[in-house]
């Protein structure tokens, strides 16, 4: 079945500091989501791509769909300790099920004030 | 978000016990999952479906079961649960080709 690479699985930063995570894949994918989980909550979606190359922010979030539709990347500017949690990444296949929603293994975040 | 409430929020049972993990979700969407979380593994699939009386196998199936009888609640069941199943479970709502939203998950601890 599909794998997901995502990386790394968990950092350490300095409140204030960029942050850059990954997600590799095997084969390709239509969807690529970034959901946030805090401890005790269910995930939370953060941002949603479409489309091979697109360029998507929210607010301190940047995430991008790689070109090969194989990998993406989730960046988080100028963190601030309620960006602690757990960072997933899933990547969705279209088709005639169209349910199929493989999720990376998390990267844990920790931000020191 | 889906407004997917999940009951109850924690769960302590014996092996062999049968537990049933209940959610309802208020957007009236027409896709259900269900989910479990391991540390270090992530989301694996268990069940999903599509619309009322649909049932679909996941990843990981074997030892549970679902039932589906309204569009707004799916229900999971463990018919003889086992330690290994000790894990935290989530349920998500979702239509076609948009993302799912999830619930804030059932602890469930076999003894």
């Known amino acids: 079945g599909q794998q997901l690479n995502q990386s790394p699985q968990s950092m350490f930063i300095q409140e204030g500091e960029d942050v850059s995570m990954n997600c590799t894949s095997s084969?390709?994918?239509?969807?690529w989501l970034w959901y946030k989980q805090d401890p005790g909550e269910g995930p939370v979606l953060l941002i949603a791509l479409y489309k091979a190359g697109e360029l998507t922010s929210n607010g301190r979030l940047t995430a991008q769909f790689g070109i090969t539709r194989k990998d993406s990347f989730l960046n988080i500017s100028a963190s601030i300790p309620s960006d602690v949690g757990i960072y997933f990444c899933?990547?969705?296949?279209?088709?005639?099920?169209?349910?199929?929603?493989?999720f990376g293994k998390g990267t844990l975040l920790t931000v020191n004030p | 978000d889906a407004d997917v409430t999940q009951t109850p929020r924690n769960r302590i049972t014996k092996t062999g016990k049968r537990i049933m993990l209940e959610c309802s979700q208020t957007k009236g969407h027409d896709r259900m999952y269900w989910y479990r979380q391991d540390p270090g593994l992530g989301l694996r699939l268990i069940y999903y479906?599509?619309?009322?009386?649909?049932?679909n196998k996941g990843e990981i199936s074997d030892g549970y079961s679902v039932s589906r009888q309204a569009q707004a609640k799916f229900s999971l069941s463990l018919e003889s649960a086992i330690p290994n199943q000790t894990a935290l479970y989530f349920c998500a709502a979702g239509q076609a080709g948009s993302p799912q939203h999830f619930g804030d998950g059932t602890r469930l601890s076999i003894l």
């Open positions: 479906s599509f619309d009322v009386k649909d049932i």
């Open positions: 899933a990547g969705q296949l279209s088709g005639g099920s169209n349910y199929k929603l493989t």
């Open positions: 084969s390709i994918f239509n969807t």
